[in-house]
């Protein structure tokens, strides 16, 4: 019978991993998808009205890898009402060779929470301007919490300017990320980030634009990661328009959904070049980042998952 | 934490349960899915080459229902030389209200061998000749036998015929089925089927067609059961287009892949009427069956899953 792990055990794994050996393992996420090395079928999608949640299945394999990866990850956003989490998940690792259900990770929807940050932290890597001089983040949430949590280490910068709806979720996140070791300072007006930071990371379940072209440094890179379902978007169509260098986890699934495709709806993107990540990674060529704005539209891919769960299987048989 | 249900305690309360019972739930699974009262998206599918396998991922819900089900559904074809099942599978069931998952029945692929086997039997309730003089039984497999254990007390006839490749398989499948009080003929003649047969079931993994029109008796019921994937195929296109009605479980998915989907692709269903089986189940005027040839197309609903997954949680909480 399959082996059950709970979120508990998952978590004492990925919390003593050092970054760069969690960043290693999203790297090859990032390349294998780009480079044709791993079959993803198009998410799937269960939609709910009343109360109103989704649920993503994302699902694929790595070739010549000894798994395939079926991850299952829903939002209820009425939970919190009942005390429960909005976000819930699990993984399901079955063996490539024989179909057989080797383990089940009840991770809860940390493996995704994990997997999503790691994947800011890859894009700040190679995408980030060589000095960065602020940190802005756009969201209080948990996930707002992971990105900055995992830019420590790959950006060497510990000023941060937080942005949020109301105080008190933005005394929350300070109080929460005191320990880390950065200096926060949170703000209810948008042009403050723009003003001070040029590395900036968007982390809201917005359906409007957050963050517009106006009021951005020259030289600066901003990392979109809220827009993960249809009729989500941050970033003003403008940025994209204007970036100098566009990148995607997966150009497909950005322009059926993501910041890219709000801007290809709006014409704004004819015949401009968008780069997946897994290429800036895999080559030498674009790992020279081009001063200028750089933005990364970044949806979550099925190879995330993959990686983060060989990550954890590794550990357990270890 | 989500219950654990092993296949053996899901395999008592599926046995220990009166068969009319069973049929009721799988009724619901059509009579919904046709009157539009579920959510089924695509099936996922996932391929591997080397070694063969492929795997489905079904889901869905039935609208103002308590859950939504997942099912994973593998068949890794060298499996058997490893001396492992080819078929494998799982059924999770969330919340409907919270996105949670509150149980994880781990049956291998038994339950979706069981709502197989009562599709067949929904199907000849509704579709078979009034008098029913044989079963023909085209394959030896596992479905083969879940097919006519679940005929019986649908169909009053112990007279049945049965069709295999070799000599081995049809013994085994004889030997296997003698308790359960049929009168078993074996052939490896298929016209012997169409000769003493007026109600036939398809239930191999066949890629080209094994029963023709020619030989079939003038009022015949047949209802096609393997061809689940494209590629895979069990009736000539002839029997398709000279059927006086045809039914499928879900026309979309029929003419995707499927027997259906064969005998369009040839061009020989042009203004043909099809039905769907939940139609036939909810409308007192499509329960009259014509006499003439009937064909039932069964591909396999998400819903079928919902409905088999549902009957387990209600014997569960009891």
Redesign the interface.
């Known amino acids: ?2 082996q ?1 792990i ?1 979120r508990d055990r998952i978590e004492k794994i990925i919390k003593k991993t050092d970054l760069t050996r969690l960043i290693s393992y999203m790297e090859e996420a990032f390349a294998s998808y780009s480079g044709g090395r791993a ?1 993803v ?1 198009p998410v ?5 009205d009343s ?1 109103p ?1 989704d ?1 993503h ?1 994302k ?3 790595i070739k010549d890898d000894s798994y ?1 990866v ?1 991850k ?1 990850a ?3 956003y009425e ?1 919190p009402s ?1 005390g ?1 989490d909005s976000s ?1 998940g ?1 993984n ?1 690792v ?1 063996s ?6 080797e383990t ?1 990770l ?1 991770d809860e929807g940390y493996l995704t929470d994990v997997r999503t940050g790691l994947a800011g932290a890859v894009a700040a890597k190679y995408l980030a301007p060589e000095k960065v001089y602020g940190i802005g983040i756009i969201g209080t949430g948990t996930q707002a919490r992971m990105q900055l949590r995992y830019l420590k280490g790959t950006v060497q910068c510990n000023k941060v300017v937080v942005w949020g709806r109301s105080e008190e979720s933005l005394s929350a996140y300070k109080a929460s990320m005191r320990s880390e070791g950065f200096e926060i300072t949170t703000t209810l007006e948008i042009n403050d980030v723009g003003r001070q930071c040029n590395l900036i990371v968007t982390v809201t379940p917005s359906t409007s634009p957050i963050l517009e072209l106006e009021g951005l440094a020259e030289d600066v890179h901003i990392t979109a990661v809220g827009a993960d379902t249809a009729g989500k978007q941050e970033l003003g169509t403008g940025i994209l328009e204007q970036a100098d260098l566009l990148v995607a986890d997966s150009e497909s699934q950005c322009r059926e959904h993501g910041e890219i495709h709000k801007a290809v709806q709006a014409g704004l993107l004819k015949g401009k070049k968008i780069l997946e990540l897994g290429e800036v990674i895999s080559s030498a060529e674009h790992q020279r980042r081009p001063a200028g704005l750089s933005v990364a539209d970044l949806t979550g891919i099925a190879t995330q998952d993959i990686q983060i769960s060989n990550f954890v299987l590794e550990q357990l048989q270890n």
């Open positions: 019978m399959a059950i709970d079959v079928p799937g999608t269960l939609t709910f109360p949640g649920v299945i699902y694929g394999y395939y079926i299952i829903s939002g209820f939970n009942l429960i819930n699990l399901l079955f490539q060779k024989t179909g057989q259900l089940i009840l």
